[in-house]
């Protein structure tokens, strides 16, 4: 198993350009979901999904879109980035309902926006 | 509200020594929790959960956790630190009826030698 991809690895933006974040998982679980990472404040949640068709808000929503139209990906779009954007963005999935909770991690994806 | 937090930012230790990452939790419901690990310019990889039973966890690479209801703590532990175990540690909770993870601040671990 690849357990969860994402691409790019590396990301350079020009304020107002847009693109999509992929992350895809292996492991047929239900949850998925997007943080990002920023010094000193840890993972916040962005989106997040409990199943393909399902999507909801996280902490920190604006600026960003999500669909789960399979239950492999879950992609995250930047609609018109902006600097404050600039981050370390990561993909996380795991099994739903009774299972053990667990979040796998992507290796995630370093952007910068300009 | 529902926070997670991490009382040291930063921990310096030297190599063999024993460590203590404080983790506390404030939430009005059950939650079970977590401590992940971040090596430099990776994802993050769990340690150890607490979902249920006995209070003391024991994870990967010789760490453990006690889960302490009373004081809403979840501290992490390592009798003897080694090099490798240099990085970021992070502490999170999930309500038990939800699906949301909520992580802490984190905490640089650097070992010295």
């Known amino acids: 198993n690849a357990g969860v991809t994402q691409t790019p690895k590396f990301q350079v933006l020009k304020t107002g350009q847009s693109m999509t974040l992929q992350c895809a998982q292996d492991?047929?679980?239900?949850?998925m979901s997007w943080y990002r990472q920023d010094p000193g404040m840890g993972l916040r949640l962005i989106h997040y999904?409990?199943?393909?068709?399902?999507?909801d808000q996280g902490e920190v929503p604006n600026g960003y879109n999500v669909s789960r139209s399979t239950t492999e990906d879950f992609p995250l779009r930047l609609l018109s980035a902006a600097p404050s954007q600039t981050s370390v963005y990561f993909c996380?999935?795991?099994?739903?309902?009774?299972?053990?909770?667990?979040?796998?991690f992507g290796p995630g994806t370093r952007l910068l926006v300009l | 509200a529902q926070s997670v937090t991490q009382l040291d930012s930063q921990v310096p230790v030297f190599e063999e020594a024993p460590v203590e990452l404080r983790c506390n939790y404030s939430s009005s419901v059950s939650v079970y929790l977590f401590w992940y690990v971040q090596y430099p310019n990776q994802g993050l990889q769990l340690l150890l959960k607490?979902?249920?039973?006995?209070?003391l966890v024991k994870g990967i690479n010789g760490f453990e956790a006690e889960f302490n209801k009373s004081q809403t703590s979840f501290h992490l532990r390592k009798p003897s630190v080694h090099i490798s175990d240099t990085a970021e540690y992070f502490c999170?909770?999930?309500?038990?009826?939800?699906?949301?993870?909520?992580f802490g601040e984190g905490t640089q671990l650097t070992v010295n030698p």
């Open positions: 607490y979902l249920s039973g006995s209070t």
């Open positions: 996380a999935s795991s099994r739903g309902g009774t299972g053990t909770k667990t979040q796998y």
């Open positions: 999904s409990v199943g393909a068709g399902i999507t």
């Open positions: 492991m047929n679980h239900e949850y």
């Open positions: 999170a909770y999930l309500e038990t009826s939800g699906s949301r993870l909520t």
